[in-house]
């Protein structure tokens, strides 16, 4: 019974370390988000320069600029609110992602706003200006993300918050509606895919030429946000193959690093 004791034990053991090695590669990306002056201060300057943006827009005058009532659209997650302690409980605890643990995470409402989130959207709203969060957590975390979002201080309502319904990821539907009455000024997000469909499940290669091909949008209409823990970016490393083992997903990580 002892030897079987310590059998029972030694796999218990490895299939623990072996899980923790599995999310030990978010470590540094969820410690730079939540700890980094770098972050911080990345994250208030894109707010800057959203507000620069609007401040330019506002004083266009004319029938093109004024056809319609301006709106800004945001993302939720990592663009104005911070997941970080959720991605921190699975890393040192040894979990992965499933979108059990994650609705547990949004149903506790307990997400705070970064930095100059708030301030921003609420001075866009003082101006006259529409706030649309269009996010794709999914509608089974409405009540508890428009908690969220209300409680922080952001202008949120049952009218300009948008969450995913279905398996359809695009945002371009919800964006459509945005734009049947409103001119977009601003879009913020920290994934491409928040910017338009043509960025949308792009191959790791062509997401970087898009980049290029629309450089002159990023810091005027397009304002990116930092997010090194989780995203399309990361999925476009794996070919969108959510279904690759572990190791499998490591090794290509691994083959994407460009040493000397």
Not at 191 to 200: I, M, Q, R, S, V
Request: hydrophobic share 35%.
């Amino acid at each position: 019974m002892r030897i079987i004791s310590c059998l029972l034990t030694l796999v218990l053991l490895t299939s623990c370390a072996t899980t923790k090695e599995n999310v030990d590669y978010q470590e540094a990306g969820t410690l730079w988000l939540q700890s980094s002056a770098e972050a911080k201060a990345l994250i208030i300057q894109s707010f800057n320069i959203a507000r620069l943006r609007l401040d330019q827009d506002l004083r266009k005058k004319g029938r093109k600029y004024n056809k319609k009532k301006r709106a800004i659209v945001v993302d939720a997650d990592e663009t104005i609110v911070d997941n970080s302690p959720y991605q921190a409980k699975n890393i040192l605890i040894g979990r992965e992602y499933t979108s059990d643990n994650w609705a547990e995470w949004i149903d506790l409402a307990d997400a705070k706003a970064l930095p100059g989130s708030v301030e921003f959207l609420k001075y866009a709203k003082s101006k006259g200006v529409e706030v649309f969060f269009i996010t794709n957590r999914k509608m089974r975390g409405y009540d508890a993300t428009l908690k969220n979002l209300k409680a922080l201080g952001f202008p949120v309502t049952t009218k300009n918050l948008f969450l995913r319904e279905g398996n359809n990821h695009s945002k371009e539907t919800r964006r459509q509606k945005v734009l049947k009455d409103h001119r977009i000024v601003l879009l913020m997000g920290d994934a491409l895919g928040d910017f338009g469909p043509f960025f949308e499940t792009k191959s790791f290669e062509k997401r970087s030429k898009l980049v290029d091909q629309y450089k002159h949008e990023f810091g005027k209409r397009f304002i990116v946000l930092p997010n090194p823990m989780y995203g399309e970016w990361l999925g476009s490393v794996y070919k969108y193959d959510y279904s690759l083992s572990n190791d499998e997903k490591r090794e290509i990580r691994r083959s994407k690093l460009k040493p000397y």
